[in-house]
């Protein structure tokens, strides 16, 4: 019996040195220590042994047992060590700082979309400059979307904003103006806030047009503010957005919650200025209208026009995402094109 446990351990010594893959060696671990294996069937042999044999030869047995499930070990972590080592040194060496996530994993995963790309550096630059940013929802009513900005029933100016009705009377936002209001009563004056949002109009779309839109609104309000402030707060936010100085002009503009009321416009980086659909062939964009709050506006919105004064301006985040991506196209935006929409990383 104690020749049997000789021959069997030369058998195992020899089979371990030929294993050099992890399968191989479980092979050699399940032909000697599995249940059907080797050293199972010397303890059923052992019954045929005398108590005194027996435990002689138990203790051999468990001693080579032993040694076995160690030599499989110490082999398995020698395969393993010298696996990282190939994967280092080896002729086509593994770069350990390649980044854990395939470039083609994150592209599966997503990326942020161009307007909420710039919509994030605009309100870091306004953070940045001492504004704070408010949130408002979607669906909103007739006051707040038209009454509270100075634009009663039936005025003309309503024609500019056609929009959803939802069967309760309430409607879709037609701009984030329509958040005013709430955030005059919300902070009252002296107040710096800028106010993202989704915006939707009944519009017929085109290369500039479309029926859902982003804005950011932007508010100060403060004794002596002036026109001033605006322009300054707004070409420094540009010049930040696009970093170089970019072209501006002010146009008067007609808004019933503005007086006076202006048309922001930058130079179409598209074009560079000479004229394509994506301007209208005029060579400006028109960019934010703005103006100074109307008293009434400031009235309605629970602070003394006496004493304090506003600006006010309402930014096309979506045009400025084409600006600045030189997209000329505002409907692939909402195309769920992914070859298009993809390509732009934050910075
Ligand atoms: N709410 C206006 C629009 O969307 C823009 C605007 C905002 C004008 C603030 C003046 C001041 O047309």
């Known amino acids: 019996m104690l020749d049997h446990i000789t021959a069997l351990r030369e058998r195992f010594d020899q089979a371990l040195a030929k294993a050099d893959t992890p399968p191989e060696l479980e092979e050699l671990r399940v032909a000697f220590l599995g249940k059907k294996g080797h050293v199972s069937s010397l303890m059923k042999g052992m019954k045929a042994l005398s108590n005194e044999e027996k435990k002689a030869f138990g203790l051999r047995v468990n001693e080579w047992k032993e040694g076995v499930e160690q030599a499989l070990a110490a082999a398995k972590r020698r395969m393993e060590e010298a696996e990282i080592d190939r994967l280092i040194h080896g002729a086509k060496p593994y770069d350990i700082t390649l980044p854990a996530v395939p470039p083609l994993a994150a592209a599966a995963r997503g990326s942020y979309s161009p307007i909420t790309l710039v919509q994030r550096e605009v309100e870091r630059v306004f953070v940045s400059m001492g504004f704070t940013v408010e949130d408002y929802p979607e669906i909103t009513d007739d006051y707040s979307c038209f009454q509270a900005l100075n634009i009663p029933e039936h005025h003309p100016a309503r024609d500019m904003q056609d929009t959803y009705y939802l069967s309760n009377g309430q409607l879709l936002k037609t701009h984030t103006s329509a958040a005013q209001n709430a955030i005059m009563r919300k902070y009252g004056a002296p107040l710096k806030a800028i106010f993202p949002g989704r915006c939707f109009r009944n519009e017929a779309t085109d290369a500039c047009h479309e029926n859902t839109f982003f804005q950011m609104e932007g508010m100060m309000i403060d004794e002596s503010i002036s026109i001033s402030n605006l322009i300054y707060f ?106 298009k929409l993809s390509q732009f990383i934050a910075e």
């Open 234 to 339: 707004m070409k420094t936010m540009l010049s930040e957005v696009f970093r170089k100085d970019i072209r501006v002009r002010l146009r008067p503009g007609f808004f019933p919650f503005v007086e006076p009321g202006f048309e922001l416009d930058i130079s179409c980086l598209i074009c560079g200025g000479a004229g394509c659909p994506s301007c209208k062939g005029g060579g400006w964009l028109e960019l934010c209208p703005c103006g100074m709050i109307h008293p009434n506006v400031l009235r309605m919105g629970g602070i003394d026009p006496e004493r304090y004064t506003g600006f006010a301006f309402g930014l096309g985040l979506t045009r400025l995402a084409m600006m600045k991506y030189g997209v000329s196209d505002i409907r692939d935006f909402n195309s769920c094109d992914l070859k």
